[in-house]
Every structure is written in structure tokens, then in C-alpha cells.
């Protein structure tokens, strides 16, 4: 278990659908990660906060969107969504606003299949 | 550009040592990640390179040259807890944690 929780586990929904995922860090840990993982495309980095604010962009989408609140959560928000946004994403958490050498902590996933 | 290059998939024997190459060009460097990630489960990680040189970490080790964009990791006395897929990271620059990662290559280890 590495302290970091997403909900929900699993999501089913429709093309053209909005949701949610919700990540809460490891205790102390300022930095949020959102990755995605497809089977075709690996884990692609979506986007990163530290301590409330924006750090860095990946490839996410304009149809994506995310923050971090005041207690360190992070949400993101998927909309519109397409079949290809299928996969499984992952949040993850590290004590540093910087990469050096600090590892990343990934929670459990979320699994989202847009049907 | 950004690319990360691994091999897809890799079988070697339990109790064996088996090496996992990666190669990269990226804009700026400012390390190297290896995590293992079991089939549906999350990546966890195993090593960092910022320095070129072996780090050692009990049976596994990882090496990097950053004059050649090459890194490996080594598995040593293989189990077969160890088949899993192995992921290269990259973090292109200091202060912006644009990770980069490769498509891992999948491991299985043969009794």
C-alpha cells in the first residue's frame, strides 16, 4: 500500500459523459500526478500540482481538466468523453515540487471504460 | 522531441540475470527512473540515475550514461515474482516534471 488513495476504483459511463476521479496523497506528500495508461500508448503523464498549484503540463487533453484543493486532493475532471479515453489513470504523490530524485508513489487506479 | 525506447518483451529463466536496455534523447536531463508495474497493479518504484554509473539496490541494479542516453537495469537471481513490466522514466529538466516514459518491456520468467 503506498498511501495514496484514488476513488473510484472502477467507472463505466457513455460517450459524451463528464466525470471525476479523486486522488488523495501519501501524508506530507505537496505533489499530485495524473498519468494515463492505455494498452496502445503506455503511461502518458497528464499533469502535475504542487501544493495547490499548477507545475507541469503533459499531454492532456483540453477536454481534461484538474486541480488541487487546500487539503492536498486533486481531482480530474474527463468531459466529453470518447471511447479512446478508455484506460487506466493513475494518480501519483511525492514530497517534492521538483523531480530530483524524489520517487513517485502511485495509488491503485482508477479504470475508466466509456462505453 | 521527446523518445524512450525499450524492448517490448523479454523472457529469461528463474535464478538467471537478465538486462533491460533503455535508450532516450530528450530535451534536458535531469534523471532517470526505472519502476516495475504487475499486471493491473500500480508502478512502483525501483531505481534513480542522475550520475552516470551503477547504482546497486540488493538483487537489482541500474546504469546510466548520459553521454549515450542509455540506461539498464539488472536482475539478478531471477524469481518469478519478478515477471512484471518494466518502465524507464525520464524527467527532461529540473524544476518542470514533465515525466517521460517508455512502453516498458514485459518481463517473464520460466521455471
Known sequence: ?115 | GQNIDQPTEMTATEGAIVQINCTYQTSGFNGLFWYQQHAGEAPTFLSYNVLDGLEEKGRFSSFLSRSKGYSYLLLKELQMKDSASYLCAVSPQYNFNKFYFGSGTKLNVKP
Open chain 1, 1 to 115: 500500500d503506498s498511501g495514496v488513495t484514488q476513488t473510484p476504483k472502477h467507472l463505466i459511463t457513455a460517450t459524451g459523459q463528464r466525470v471525476t476521479l479523486r486522488c488523495s496523497p501519501r501524508s506530507g506528500d505537496l505533489s499530485v500526478y495524473w498519468y494515463q495508461q492505455s494498452l496502445d500508448q503506455g503511461l502518458q503523464f497528464l499533469i502535475q500540482y504542487y501544493n495547490g498549484e499548477e507545475r507541469a503540463k503533459g499531454n492532456i487533453l483540453e477536454r481534461f481538466s484538474a486541480q488541487q484543493f487546500p487539503d492536498l486532493h486533486s481531482e480530474l475532471n474527463l468531459s466529453s468523453l470518447e471511447l479512446g479515453d478508455s484506460a487506466l489513470y493513475f494518480c501519483a504523490s511525492s514530497p517534492s515540487g521538483t523531480s530530483g530524485g524524489y520517487e513517485q508513489y502511485f495509488g491503485p487506479g482508477t479504470r475508466l471504460t466509456v462505453t
